[in-house]
Nanobody
Framework: QVHLVESGGGLVQAGGSLRLSCVVS????????MDWYRQAPGKQRELVAH???????NYADSVKGRFTISKDNAKNTVYLQMNSLQTEDTGVYSC??????????WGQGTQVTVSS
């Protein structure tokens, strides 16, 4: 059984920063890639950032230059550093672990609220 636990969300003013963490039970080497998603109220869930096992990264256009995804294999943890936060970044942020085959594993999510 795989468990993902996110933390680091909270309330922050526009222009501020937060760092989200996602701890994966067991080794993250098992996974082909790790993703951060977010879901804003009344909107569909969207992919925010993606990092492969080899370290290649991709970002949604809306967060490029502001967000950075990284991982610490020794700690089985994936991070999302979020800078210059905007009110539009408000939402529930979830991490997902993508195995080579089969469905992704998901965490429960952490709330990020950016106030103006």
């Amino acid at each position: 059984q795989v468990h993902l636990v996110e933390s680091g969300g909270g309330l922050v003013q526009a222009g501020g920063s937060l760092r989200l963490s996602c701890v994966v039970s067991g080794s993250i080497f098992r996974f082909n890639a790790m993703d951060w998603y977010r879901q804003a109220p009344g909107k569909q869930r969207e992919l925010v950032a993606h990092i492969t096992s080899g370290g290649s990264r991709n970002y949604a256009d809306s967060v490029k230059g502001r967000f950075t995804i990284s991982k610490d294999n020794a700690k089985n943890t994936v991070y999302l550093q979020m800078n210059s936060l905007q009110t539009e970044d408000t939402g529930v942020y979830s991490c997902a672990a993508l195995p080579v085959s089969g469905p992704a594993y998901w965490g429960q999510g952490t709330q990020v609220t950016v106030s103006s």
